[in-house]
């Protein structure tokens, strides 16, 4: 299974919002991210705009304005970016209304293989929070593994 650049491009300008949430009274401007980050504004926006939608982030506007985290990195699952972007976190070929992937609609051999792999990688992705992603645990816990 493969992540598209819309859950990938968002998760890492949430991360790079979560670095920078400490900063006083100020708002990350999507320039700064995108300059950082290396993404098209105007792709920034669109994905921004989804999870302003979903609760999170917060915008302001005006001076000192820009995005904000609306809970703290720690509460930020890294599924529920991706989700809040209509990332779906499905390895099979199978539609959402059950039908299969074969011609006459039946399930391949392989359908529960992949589908429990989506599963897999969906609970792992929910069981990572933005501040694992932004303090480096996730490296530390590989090298301890």
Wanted: aromatic share 4%; with cysteine.
């Amino acid at each position: 299974m493969r992540l598209s650049t819309k859950g990938r491009y968002a998760v890492m300008a949430m991360t790079d919002l979560a670095r920078r949430q400490d900063e006083p009274c100020r708002g990350v401007a999507l320039a700064e991210i995108a300059t950082r980050q290396e993404i098209s504004l105007s792709y920034l926006e669109q994905l921004f705009a989804r999870l302003r939608r979903k609760g999170l982030v917060q915008s302001a506007r005006g001076p000192g304005g820009g995005y904000r985290l609306a809970r703290t990195a720690a509460e930020t699952s890294i599924a529920e970016i991706v989700l809040a972007v209509d990332e779906p976190l499905r390895a099979t070929r199978c539609d959402e209304q059950g039908k299969g992937c074969m011609l006459k609609g039946e399930r391949c051999l392989t359908h529960d293989l992949w589908e429990d792999l989506g599963h897999k990688i969906e609970d792992y992705l929910a069981s990572v929070s933005l501040a694992d992603v932004v303090s480096g645990r996730l490296r530390a816990n590989r090298k301890a593994a």
